[in-house]
């Protein structure tokens, strides 16, 4: 049973780590460089996303969650019901809910709308100039802030997270 706790928590903690930095490196590097970029900036985005950016942080986060949800379920069923009103497991409910929002906003705001502005970018070059062409500009930028917010609220989300499972033990 130790060996399962230390490899379930080494499991959580690495990869909550990358998909916390990935995030923060995300909206505070990447991001910025891809819109200041202007149109050469969809090109990074492009190859970002072939890279499987977009498949393999879900797959991390969902994995870490996995994993929290394992250490939670055993602190809690080892702990009996005290567990659950006791400071700890007070931080570890809120650090494991701002995780579970993160993910879903993630995956919901921040992938969808990275996915449509991705499909929808080559088309732009075909339409012609005028209202059709500004049109799909302004739709595929809408489309990037809405992922970039969505982005900062997992960021967010994810520091509290941290924050919480960082302190839990000591409260």
Same mark, same amino acid.
């Given at each position: ?12 903690? $690495? ?14 590097? $990447? ?50 019901? #005290? ?25 919901? +705001? ?13 088309? $732009? ?5 005028? #209202?059709?062409?500004?049109?799909? $500009? ?15 609220? +997992? #960021?967010?989300?994810?520091? +509290?997270? +941290? ?9």
């Amino acid at each position: 049973m130790q060996a399962l706790l230390v490899a379930l928590r080494l499991l959580h903690i $690495v990869l909550g780590v990358f998909w916390t930095g990935a995030m923060f490196f995300w909206i505070t590097f $990447v991001a910025p460089s891809i819109r200041d970029a202007g149109p050469d900036g969809m090109k990074v985005a492009q190859q970002i996303i072939r890279r499987g950016y977009l498949n393999i942080l879900p797959a991390i986060a969902g994995l870490t969650i996995l994993a929290g949800l394992t250490l939670y379920w055993l602190d809690a069923r080892a702990m009996r019901s #005290a567990w659950w009103t006791s400071g700890t497991g007070q931080a570890f409910s809120v650090g494991g809910l701002a995780a579970l929002v993160a993910f879903t906003v993630g995956l919901l +705001v921040v992938r969808r709308s990275m996915l449509r502005a991705m499909a929808l970018g080559p088309t $732009v070059p075909q339409l012609a100039e005028g #209202a059709d062409r500004q049109a799909r $500009v302004a739709q595929i930028d809408g489309l990037r802030a809405r992922a970039t917010r969505g982005a900062q609220w +997992v #960021a967010g989300l994810l520091l +509290v997270a +941290v924050a919480a499972m960082a302190i839990a033990r000591y409260l």
